[in-house]
């Protein structure tokens, strides 16, 4: 049973960093896609940052060159770290990972933005 644990989320200011934890139970190696997405009140979820299997990772236009993800495969953990964050940053973000049909959400972890 995948598991998905995330953590790291909080309240900052505009400007402020943080960075975000996702702990996967099981090897990140099988997975075809490991990413980060988030929802914001009255929005659709969208995708932040996210691993492809191709090797190549993808970011959302309006976090693009401010937020980088990365993984350590030794500690089964995917990683967001979110620079200059802006107050339209707020949102629940979601850990995501995908093996052929089978995909899974974590639980989500809150980050607000104050201006």
């Known amino acids: 049973q995948v598991q998905l644990v995330e953590s790291g989320g909080g309240l900052v200011q505009a400007g402020g960093s943080l960075r975000l934890s996702c702990v996967i139970s099981?090897?990140?190696?099988?997975?075809?896609?490991m990413g980060w997405y988030r929802q914001a009140p009255g929005k659709q979820r969208e995708l932040v940052a996210a691993?492809?299997?191709?090797?190549?990772?993808n970011y959302g236009d309006s976090v693009k060159g401010r937020f980088t993800i990365s993984r350590d495969n030794a500690k089964n953990t995917v990683y967001l770290q979110m620079n200059s964050l802006k107050a339209e940053d707020t949102a629940v973000y979601y850990c995501?990972?995908?093996?052929?049909?089978?995909?899974?959400w974590g639980q989500g972890t809150q980050v607000t933005v104050s201006s």
């Open positions: 995501h990972v995908v093996r052929g049909e089978f995909n899974k």
């Open positions: 099981g090897s990140i190696f099988s997975f075809n896609v």
């Open positions: 691993f492809i299997s191709s090797g190549s990772t």
